[in-house]
């Protein structure tokens, strides 16, 4: 999964995948969870991002979802 400011950008925001344990796979499920740890994201800055995930199976890449990537500011405060 990519996230970019918009379409067409050459920089990302973030990268999620299973190489680094951002997606898991459950197949007997069919489930993908993407889960982006705080640390990665305390800095987002508010903005309304595209994103994409696609599934290589090493012979074919698909095209899974896409769609926006909204950050939010905080509502609750510490």
């Known amino acids: 999964m990519t996230v970019r400011p918009f379409m067409g950008a050459t920089t990302t925001t973030v990268v999620a995948?299973?190489?680094n344990?951002?997606?898991?796979?459950d197949p007997t499920q069919g489930r993908v969870?993407?889960?982006i740890p705080y640390g990665i994201t305390e800095d987002f800055v508010p903005s309304r991002?595209?994103?994409d995930l696609i599934f290589d199976?090493?012979?074919?890449i698909t095209r899974?979802?896409?769609g926006?990537?909204?950050v939010t500011q905080a509502v609750t405060l510490p």
């Open 17 to 19: 995948s299973t190489d």
């Open 21 to 25: 344990g951002y997606i898991t796979l």
């Open 33 to 35: 969870t993407v889960n």
């Open 49 to 51: 991002q595209v994103y």
């Open 57 to 60: 199976s090493g012979t074919e």
């Open 64 to 66: 899974i979802l896409e």
């Open 68 to 70: 926006t990537f909204v």
